[in-house]
């Protein structure tokens, strides 16, 4: 068996092997050393296996030593080449731990985020070797909210949760992208204005400075103002919304007893003919066709109009023989108690007694007002007066403690007050004042 062995060892020397095997002897053979029992056996040769012979082959013969022998034996028996997973870091290996762990992949190169190779044991959930729409660039999965931000899974920004700069669906922040953000001072965003939201992402208010004209408004000045009404409608006289900062004194949705169409209070004098406050004219004064109490010119009306032409109005129908004829012109000396009202300022007034060439006219009513004593004496029928004064509010009297009227005359004194000065109908006379109306 030994022969097969060498010739399958060293076949180049196999010839020089056999002759050394021949003077070694075959096993089994009874042969001993000559010489005495006390010899030291220098020289003699043991059975099979009992060499010691050591060294190099023989250059000139090409045998070999029992010792190369036995290395290449102990070559022969070695086992298979190191593979990945035996636990034993081999040839080409970054690392061997005998399976996945948290440094080492199973393909024993060491374990590193983005290398393309998932490991679960460093915490991977995900490795495509580079950020991906399913993958962040740390090999967790992505998604919004990770604090991760992810482009190419169309992830603008991510801040782990809405912030000033980042919504909630990780876009950026910007009004009217339909996200509220109160971090970003949204207090809501429907995408643009509706009838709840401004487009500065804030509630619609009347009064807020924003025009939502979804939400009915046409205006809105933080208040009213000459152009826009405290409703945010724009400011018209009319639409029933008082604006006094647009000058308007009242608005009741038009012409209204109180108020004018204009939106000024309603007053007989104004200029503003006024249907429903019992106007038939407004002419700001007695006119040819319109009286100072804003009624249509009529004789017998009982208003004497001496800009239409008339004298006297008693109110009566019309007829000659008391005082004023059938044409409203006075027949001197038949005035007594004959009424009137002034011209321009439509005070009341009254004929206390009158003759031919005189006439004493009185205020009627217990607050004064003002008179224009030439033309109501013109109307009269007098060219026109010379005394006044005060009556301390007696009608046809002077400062007397009973009461006087025309039916019951009192003293006829004239102390020369009642001056207040002058308009186009010439002088004035105010307060409880009486006169003396004259022809030459």
Known sequence: MLVPMILRMNPTGWLATLGALALMGCPGDDTTASGDSGSSGEGSSSGAGSSTSTGPADPDTGSTSRDDATDDADASSDGPPPTCGDGLVGAGEDCDDAGESAACNDDCTAAACGDGKLNASAGETCDEGAET????????AAECGDSVTNLAAGEACDDGGPSAGCDADCSFVECGDGDINP???????????SITCDLDCTPAECGDEFINTLAGEECDDQGQTETCDLDCTLAM??????????GEECDLSGEAPGCDADCTFSECGDGTLNVTAGEECDDEMATAACDADCTAVECGDGVVN??????????????????????CQGEAGGFACAEGLDPISGAPWVVCAADATQ???????????????ELICGMLGYSGYTLQGGTCGNVCGYCQPEVTSCMANGVQTFDGGGECGMDMGGPILCSTVQWLCVNP
């Open 133 to 140: 729409a399913t993958c962040d660039d740390d090999c967790t």
């Open 306 to 327: 001496f800009v239409a032409g008339e004298q006297c109005d008693d109110g009566l129908p019309p007829a000659d023989g008391d005082g004023c004829d059938a044409f």
């Open 183 to 193: 971090n970003a001072g949204e207090l809501c965003d429907d995408g643009g204005e």
């Open 359 to 373: 006439a004493w006219v009185s205020h009627t009513d217990p607050a004064g007002g003002e008179f224009h004593p």
């Open 237 to 246: 006289c009319g639409d029933g919304t008082l604006n006094v900062t647009a």
